[in-house]
């Protein structure tokens, strides 16, 4: 399936064709007959720079990753369906628009089922395809990450504990993946409901390892409700003020790292550095021996911007959907309780929310001063005893079903407030 019109020609489909191949499959391995799927377009095809950098043969070709998806064949079913070559372009759309790129065990919240039918098969997970190795091509290396359809409640657990383990419960149960987790809109059922015992096991995982997500594309906002409005007579504040304020690159860097290494277990519980080698706009180096922590060479050679300072807030006002809402308790959960980090980035602006435990090191964000900002990036650190408390008073974010919007939570002593708003409030600009 080819794109009408090119991306470098101006059209809106990155991918310049997806290939569609009919795999028979491995009987000995209960691998069924299925219909593979490979993207073309992520990676750099021509290395004239007419749609990627040209970064040299040893590094990532263009984004360094192709698309592909394995699809249950139907009996009789003579030609490949071609959905997916549309959902393998939105992907691709996303990955253009936003210079985020996906790896395995990240996880993507479609909402609608993949193919628009009836199906249960409504999110996405990615991982290596079991077939396709990583291949060296003249403009760099590529590797091959695979769609895997999955359930709503598949992808909560992957939320809740991490990707890479609830792929392995799917390779466990032949109809809902098996071992090449080849996806079946067909699919009536979760893997909890074919086998009760996989929830005990995920559970048991949350309880040890808490979540290993450390970042989320939102709909989000935040207000410094200890800023006193600005002076109109003094005109150097109004020009500030009517400055949009934007994430500097390095912020960028750091955001985009923190999301990147959401579904990575590290070893340290420390933000990612912000000297990163830079490709392409985006970071590919993710060698866990890279040094954790802020400090480096180059940001002690940064003039700090008066517009880009970190400001110590006194008073903060969260915003999120009901969606991002929803994760609020793992972020506390899975993530503080356990000495980590989670961060929410618009995916309507430059805005960042980043929540530190204690244990963190290399934020703007301290014990005494618990709210700072760094241009549109705010750091919020929270104690222990604090994130007990706010699970309790948040305990009706894990029943969506029960909530009226708007909802609005408040701490007066710790100079705290969290609104739930229905989505529209986030469509507006002028929110």
Same mark, same amino acid.
């Given at each position: 399936?080819?794109? %009408? ?27 069924? =007959? ?15 720079? %007419? ?15 192709? /698309? ?14 071609? !959905? ?37 098969? $409504?999110?996405? /997970? ?9 291949? $060296? ?8 990450? &695979? ?6 409640? #598949? ?5 809740? !504990?991490?990707? $890479?383990?609830?792929? =392995? ?60 409005? =600005? ?28 999301? %990147? %290494? ?16 830079? &490709? ?56 503080? /309780? ?40 705010? $750091? ?32 007066? #002593? ?18």
């Amino acid at each position: 399936v080819a794109a %009408r019109l090119f991306w470098w020609l101006g059209g809106p489909d990155p991918l310049d064709y997806v290939s569609m191949y009919r795999n028979i499959g491995n009987p000995a391995l209960n691998v069924p =007959e299925h219909w593979h799927y490979v993207s073309f377009g992520l990676s750099d095809l021509y290395g004239d720079n %007419r749609v990627h950098e040209f970064t040299g043969t040893d590094g990532p070709s263009g984004f360094g990753f192709e /698309l592909t998806f394995r699809l249950k064949r139907e009996t009789g079913e003579s030609a490949p369906p071609t !959905w997916p070559a549309e959902l393998m372009q939105g992907l691709a759309r996303y990955v253009f628009q936003s210079e985020n790129t996906f790896c395995s065990g990240d996880h993507v919240s479609w909402h609608s089922p993949l193919d628009n039918s009836e199906s249960r098969i $409504q999110h996405m /997970l990615l991982t290596e395809d079991p077939q396709m190795q990583p291949v $060296q091509t003249p403009f760099g290396v590529v590797t091959f990450l &695979q769609i895997v359809g999955v359930c709503t409640e #598949e992808l909560h657990a992957a939320q809740q !504990w991490n990707g $890479q383990g609830i792929l =392995e419960l799917l390779r466990t149960v032949p109809v809902a993946g098996g071992p090449w987790l080849i996806t079946d809109m067909r699919r009536g059922e979760t893997i909890f409901e074919i086998d009760p015992h996989l929830q005990e096991r995920v559970d048991k995982g949350i309880e040890t390892d808490g979540s290993n997500l450390s970042g989320v594309s939102a709909k989000c906002a935040w207000d410094d409700l200890s800023r006193p409005p =600005e002076d109109d007579e003094d005109s150097r504040s109004i020009c500030i003020g009517t400055q949009p304020r934007r994430l500097s690159g390095k912020d960028t860097e750091q955001i985009r790292e923190t999301l %990147r %290494r959401g579904l990575e277990i590290n070893s340290k519980p420390v933000l990612p550095p912000i000297n990163a080698q830079r &490709q392409n706009g985006l970071n590919h180096d993710r060698a866990p021996s890279r040094k954790d922590s802020l400090e480096s060479e180059s940001s002690a050679a940064i003039i700090p911007h008066e517009l880009i300072r970190t400001r110590q807030l006194e008073s903060v006002h969260l915003k999120f959907n009901q969606e991002s809402g929803a994760l609020i308790p793992l972020c506390l959960r899975g993530r503080l /309780l356990h000495g980590r980090h989670f961060t929410y980035k618009s995916i309507t602006g430059d805005t960042a929310i980043t929540f530190v435990s204690t244990g963190v090191e290399g934020a703007f964000a301290t014990e005494e001063h618990p709210y700072a900002a760094h241009g549109p990036w705010l $750091q919020i650190l929270l104690t222990e005893e604090f994130v007990e408390r706010m699970l309790e008073d948040l305990e009706d974010l894990n029943s969506p079903e029960e909530f009226k919007l708007p909802k609005e939570y408040s701490w007066p #002593e710790k100079k705290l407030k969290v609104s739930i708003l229905p989505d529209a409030v986030f469509d507006n600009p002028l929110h």
